[in-house]
């Protein structure tokens, strides 16, 4: 594994920073997305869960703008991650909002008292 | 480059512009008008909205169709083409989305007036809102103007899941739908970025013809983006093992919105699968029969064991989209483009007549939900043929409907289903679809035995309808045996979809 | 070791780092200060792939205004000590691991294979692409529609979490 990692060639010329292979930075990309999933799944505290979206969020950003470098600083990259950076801020609004109002009923923020709904 | 929208860019766009203007309208009025004064303007200002947008909708699917003299298609130009559908195919998603919207605020104003502080300005606002995301996401020719649509109609139906905000169960709901929704968005979003790594590009046709044309189907980073692009899809349409969401939000959430839900998302979400049918990584393309006979099964065995009517209606509608996943098949996996015509045409079909079914199931349970938060059980409706004949007709209806009895529409609609997946060679599924129905059809049945062959309970009380929701019931009642008689009045409209 | 790597591998450190904070800390304050490192991080890179004016912007909504939304919101409400549980740790370690190991080899099973290169395109340079991405918003033939459509997104956004949040009795009371 180790060895096809180094592997790698570098990126194009003519691009910012050649010399940092592309695959270097996607795969930074997936390990947090990854943490992003793990997060999610494991942790039982509301706002840590809303921030382990926006770590997946901020995983599919780096992804497009590696991409978009790759392919000499395509604007339709950055123009994607313009629309996450809004979707992330929305998400963040209606999350705490919907927090509050969870916090003012039931005065905790563990997701595994939501269980008023027979599941 | 052309930065200036012309008067043909606006009509392409007009359901949208008015929907939006109305919403922007709706808020804006809702601040200069007194308590009382707010439930007898805004309901009837939103029910013109949405004509108003159903109107355009209409206008534009004469237009778009061959054969019209008024707007020849080619008069219309390639303006927007490259990010936006003009097509019949956006047309129908729009009459259908504005449809279900003016149905869910009819149901809704009578229920509405109940409420302790009814927040007239913000539910209507944001149910105008609603089909805007959705027609977008059918419209889109392009995956993050399809992603800003499905936030858009997502992020409406969170807040309208909790907007019992001093509900414990509704705030509930809503957490836990924006929980799942925000994961199922944020997958949705890293799957287009391995798209665009792999590919360069987000635009549907492109993406389409890149995998059509010599080039390696989709391979490596672009197949995997495909993948999990669909994993965030088929949440949305609550197709299993992605359903979990399903039966606790369906139920937290208030009746009308659940109906909303039901219909609006799971129509958006299969007409973006259809648009995106060919990202479907090939490796795995065997895995969409499977999903599919999951779903029809788990839906089935779910609903079987449900006492609560809200979270039958919930695994039964796990079980429609595995019905519809069968026609699907046809579509990822037939033999060109006869195949998958037919079953897009189907899988609309079926979404038309599911739309008008629920909306009528849902609308006689919203009816009888009193202000209290009353549980919706079988013991609630027993007794109904006695007690409310026009309710109880309509809700039997629309069992027989979802069961697929004749001759309802609900026939027709699982017959195109199995005969487009039947002829595309997809004997599995539309087999086992075929015997799920059978199954389906004791828990639907058992709807029917409460309602005529049980005794009403003794204090039963019918709270009124308002006269919008009693005719919303009785246009869909209608609707349902008029199409079931009649089924080539909804298919020939659709005659002129084409991918 | 050239410097664009040394930088890379600082940035890296620092964007896991924060993450792994942000997931571990039984504290949610120094969970909102590890994806506040984090997201820095994830702006350093943008700043190393060329995308100054998306570097910018993190900074200025990210940092800024997310995390200090997020901060607000542990503000408001009281520390929770939550118990760990072995089985979801175990269960959701695997499928993680189980996924990066698909990720990875969808990575370097891309082997240079970049599809959509426009050849024609020339050695860009940042100046120029914020120009591009301007003109692109602006363009109805490219991203027009969704960047007016941005705004009905945002205004969903700030009705529904005004209705939300808002205290009980608020209107006119």
């Known amino acids: 594994m180790i060895a096809s990692i ?114 | 480059m052309d930065f200036r929208l012309t008067t043909t860019d606006l009509h392409a766009l007009l359901p949208l512009v008015i929907l939006s203007a109305g919403a922007c309208l709706v808020l804006l009025i809702d601040l200069f008008l007194r308590e009382e004064a707010r439930s007898r303007v805004l309901p009837p200002l939103t029910s013109l909205i949405l004509l108003g947008a159903l109107g355009a909708g209409i206008e534009q699917y004469i237009s778009l169709s061959p054969g019209s003299f008024r707007f020849p298609s080619e008069r219309l130009g390639p303006l927007l083409t490259p990010i936006w559908r003009h097509q019949v195919f956006t047309a129908v998603g729009a009459i259908l989305l504005c449809g279900i919207a003016l149905a869910v605020h009819w149901i809704s104003t009578s229920w509405l007036r109940e409420e302790d502080r009814p927040a007239y300005g913000e539910y209507q606002c944001l149910l105008l809102l609603f089909p805007i995301g959705t027609i977008l996401l059918i419209g889109a020719r392009n995956l993050m103007l399809a992603f800003v649509g499905l936030e858009i109609f997502s992020v409406a139906l969170y807040v309208l899941t909790a907007m019992r905000r001093t509900r414990s169960r509704a705030v509930e709901a809503g957490l836990k739908y924006f929980l799942l929704g925000a994961f199922a968005a944020a997958i949705f979003l890293y799957g287009s970025a391995l798209i665009y790594a792999g590919k360069g590009t987000l635009d549907l046709p492109d993406l389409g013809a890149i995998s059509r044309e010599g080039l390696p189907a989709p391979v490596g980073l672009a197949a995997l983006g495909g993948g999990i692009l669909f994993l965030a899809l088929f949440f949305k349409a609550s197709v299993a093992p992605f359903h979990m969401w399903t039966p606790d939000v369906y139920q937290g959430a208030p009746t009308p919105i659940t109906a909303l839900m039901s219909t609006g998302t799971k129509t958006a979400a299969f007409f973006l699968l259809i648009t995106a049918a060919r990202l479907f990584p090939h490796e795995i393309l065997p895995l969409i029969p499977i999903l599919a006979i999951v779903s029809i099964l788990v839906g089935n065995a779910g609903a079987l064991r449900q006492t609560d009517l809200k979270r039958l209606l919930a695994y039964s509608g796990v079980a429609h989209a595995g019905y519809l996943l069968v026609a699907y098949c046809a579509i990822a996996l037939g033999q060109g483009h006869q195949d998958a015509h037919t079953a897009i045409r189907a899988i609309l079909y079926y979404l038309a007549v599911y739309g008008i079914t629920n909306l009528a199931a849902f609308g006689v349970l919203a009816w009888l939900e009193r202000r209290e938060e009353s549980v919706l059980t079988f013991e609630g409706i027993r007794g109904l043929g006695r007690r409310n004949p026009f309710c109880a007709a309509v809700l039997a209806l629309a069992a027989l409907s979802l069961a697929g009895i004749p001759p309802t529409a609900g026939f027709w609609a699982k017959y195109q289903v199995f005969a487009a997946a039947l002829s595309a060679g997809q004997t599995t599924a539309a087999v086992v679809g075929i015997l799920g129905s059978v199954v389906g059809l004791y828990y639907y049945l058992r709807i029917l035995v409460a309602l005529y062959f049980e005794p009403a309970p003794e204090e039963a009380r019918i709270p009124a309808a308002g006269f919008a929701g009693a005719l919303t019931l009785g246009l869909s009642g209608a609707a349902i045996l008029l199409f079931g008689i009649f089924p080539s009045l909804l298919v020939d409209p659709l005659i002129h979809i084409r991918l | 070791m050239s410097a664009e790597i040394l930088a890379f591998l600082v940035l890296a450190t620092a964007t896991v780092a924060g993450g792994v904070v942000t997931l571990w800390s039984r504290y949610v304050v120094h969970s909102a200060f590890g994806l506040m490192l984090s997201l820095l991080g994830v702006a350093g890179f943008y700043v190393l792939l060329g995308s100054d004016f998306l570097a910018v912007t993190q900074v200025v909504v990210y940092v800024g205004g997310v995390v200090v939304l997020y901060l607000f919101g542990v503000m408001l409400t009281p520390p929770d000590r939550e118990e760990r549980s072995i089985r979801r740790i175990a269960v959701a370690g695997i499928f993680a691991v189980a996924a990066l190991v698909v990720l990875l080899k969808a990575v370097f099973g891309m082997e240079g294979r970049w599809y959509g290169v426009d050849p024609d395109r020339g050695p860009a340079s940042g100046g120029a692409v914020i120009r591009e991405v301007g003109n692109a918003f602006m363009d109805k033939e490219a991203y027009l529609l969704p960047f007016e459509i941005a705004s009905v997104l945002l205004l969903v956004a700030l009705v529904g979490a005004v209705f939300i949040a808002r205290r009980e009795g608020g209107r006119g009371s």
């Open chain 1, 6 to 119: 180094l592997a790698v060639l570098p990126a194009a010329e003519g691009i910012p920073n050649p010399s940092i292979p592309t695959s270097w930075v996607l795969l930074l990309a997936a390990l947090l997305f990854i943490l992003g999933i793990y997060g999610f799944l494991v942790r039982r505290d509301l706002i840590v869960v809303f921030m382990s979206i926006e770590l997946m969020l901020n995983a599919a950003n780096l992804t497009f703008l590696a991409a978009a470098r790759e392919r000499m600083l395509d604007p339709e990259g950055q123009v994607y991650a313009i629309f996450v950076i809004t979707v992330a801020a929305v998400e963040a609004a209606v999350g705490l909002a919907l927090l509050i109002a969870w916090f003012r009923l039931r005065a905790t923020l563990d997701v595994e008292t939501a269980v008023e709904l027979e599941g």
